[in-house]
């Protein structure tokens, strides 16, 4: 494959407009041309350079000095992220403020027709493109609309810090909307699920079923609303959407608790009422009243299983995972992975009371952070989070490299493996055990094969299975698990609220 170079007199250029960043290195090419730049990684045989002021060059590996090339192999590990344009313009945690209320963002509600074709449909808004099964009418997939919109304002002017953006390679938030719930559980979701985001296909599903949607065809072929769309499960699954960057390095309690969070604030027409969160919890609350959120197609409210049960649901909401390290463990034998790489999605049906118990624990303790020193230790996590994210990119190109040279060598090995079986049965070669043996001085045992690359360390030797438990000891702060039980309580029974 041919690479593009990027000739090293244009990065002089650039080099000498700004002040260095810090500890930079000097790089030559192979005509002997240098530059400071931070070392931004490899990968495919591109070279990333971090140029002071922050933009980023891509050089061939080869366009470099023998000396460079030999140094950027050895030291793949030192990588250090590329900046974050969006990082500019982040506000100091300590100067958000919470929204008492959020309107649909009016500019991105236009809805363009891309498509409209038996058994597929494309429309897009500001921020989503979304796909059906069936023609929706204007009015319907303006209000579906609405509700995506909505959410996408919601969670981008909550006090966290998230600045929504489509997952990589794609300009828009992807939906797909099924006009039977067979179609949408063919997509393998849950099937006590009302609408799931799955992380491995990048993607927000969900039936016309859990929208508000007539279940007959009407004029021009179209399904049209039947009563008010049903935000309350496209608020839980695409605040999941809206986070993604973040979700690897959270609990899953906490990644559930902050959609039924959004999920349970009052909505109508576009407008979330944020002053008003504590209406799900409120003492007058009647148990024949509408659920909400995940609790809506569960139909059960759920009972709080307490802090100390709950902090032990990190990597699935079906089974409890306690995570008492998050460093990683110098026996672990297996090649490293991403975290969470794919939300669980269950063949069987959970026990819906059990579940039910767990989700609304969840939110219970969400909301608890929200306010607990006025939402000053959620948003310091979220900065954590924030800087976190950025030191896995580098180490899963690694890790892909890694893997992908592994896999090089693999017929070398087995051939290796093959020749050392039929040396083992020469007359004379005698297994001493430990990977030990003797053999007569007329044999020759097969050459050993290349040695195997040096597997990646991950950032701050965090292991990946365990990252989402990193960052857990801000929310803590110096309380104990039965402390942070009591201040709950406290806080609920202070406010009327029923826990």
Request: charged share 25%; proline share 8%; glycine share 8%.
């Amino acid at each position: 494959m041919n690479i593009p170079t990027l000739s090293f007199g244009i990065m002089l250029a650039l080099a000498a407009s700004s002040p260095l960043q810090a500890e930079p290195r000097s790089w030559t090419n192979a005509q002997g041309k240098q530059l400071q730049a931070d070392f931004g990684g490899v990968k495919d045989g591109t070279v990333t350079l971090i140029m002071p002021g922050g933009k980023t060059a891509a050089v061939a590996l080869t366009s470099l000095s023998p000396e460079d090339q030999a140094w950027v192999t050895t030291n793949a590990s030192k990588a250090v992220p590329a900046p974050d344009p969006a990082d500019a313009q982040r506000i100091p945690w300590d100067k958000r403020r919470m929204p008492a209320e959020v309107k649909e963002p009016m500019l991105y509600m236009n809805i363009r027709i891309v498509k409209e074709a038996p058994g597929e449909c494309i429309y897009e808004s500001g921020h989503f493109q979304f796909k059906t099964s069936a023609k929706l009418g204007a009015i319907l997939m303006k209000d579906v609309c609405r509700a995506f919109e909505s959410t996408y304002e919601l969670v981008r002017l909550m006090p966290w810090g998230i600045t929504p953006r489509p997952e990589e390679g794609r300009t828009k938030f992807q939906a797909e909307l099924y006009a039977t719930r067979d179609q949408y559980l063919a997509t393998g979701a849950p099937r006590w699920s009302g609408g799931v985001y799955v992380r491995k296909d990048k993607v927000f599903r969900m039936p016309f079923d859990q929208l508000g949607i007539s279940d007959t065809v009407g004029a021009n072929g179209a399904y049209y609303r039947k009563g008010e769309v049903n935000n309350d499960t496209i608020t839980h699954e695409i605040t999941h959407q809206m986070m993604h960057e973040y979700l690897p390095y959270m609990p899953v309690w906490l990644i559930e608790g902050l959609a039924e969070y959004t999920s349970n604030l009052a909505y109508k027409g576009g407008l979330f009422s944020v002053s008003g969160d504590s209406a799900a919890f409120a003492a007058s609350k009647q148990p024949g009243s509408r659920y909400r959120g995940l609790m809506r197609s569960m139909d059960t409210r759920g009972s709080w299983i307490g802090v100390k049960q709950l902090w032990g649901y990190t990597t699935d909401i079906s089974t409890r995972n306690e995570i008492t390290t998050f460093t990683i463990n110098p026996r672990k034998e297996e090649p490293p992975r991403p975290p969470n790489t794919v939300r669980p999605l269950n063949s069987q049906p959970p026990m819906m009371n059990d579940l039910a118990d767990r989700y609304r624990s969840s939110h219970i303790l969400a909301y608890f952070f929200v306010h607990d020193d006025n939402g000053r230790r959620l948003m310091r996590y979220f900065e954590a989070l924030h800087e976190e994210k950025k030191k896995w990119p580098v180490f899963w190109s690694q890790v892909d490299a890694y893997n992908a040279e592994l896999k090089k060598l693999r017929p070398a090995y087995d051939e290796y493996r093959g020749a050392m079986r039929a040396f083992m049965q020469q007359p004379g070669v005698q297994d001493l055990g430990g990977g030990r043996f003797s053999y007569p001085k007329n044999l020759t045992p097969p050459a050993a094969p290349p040695e195997p690359p040096k597997e990646p360390v991950p950032p701050d030797n965090t292991d990946p299975d365990a990252v989402c438990a990193k960052h857990l000891s801000i929310l803590l702060g110096d309380r104990t698990l039965e402390q942070l039980e009591q201040d709950v309580r406290a806080m609920f029974q202070k406010n009327g609220l029923n826990l």
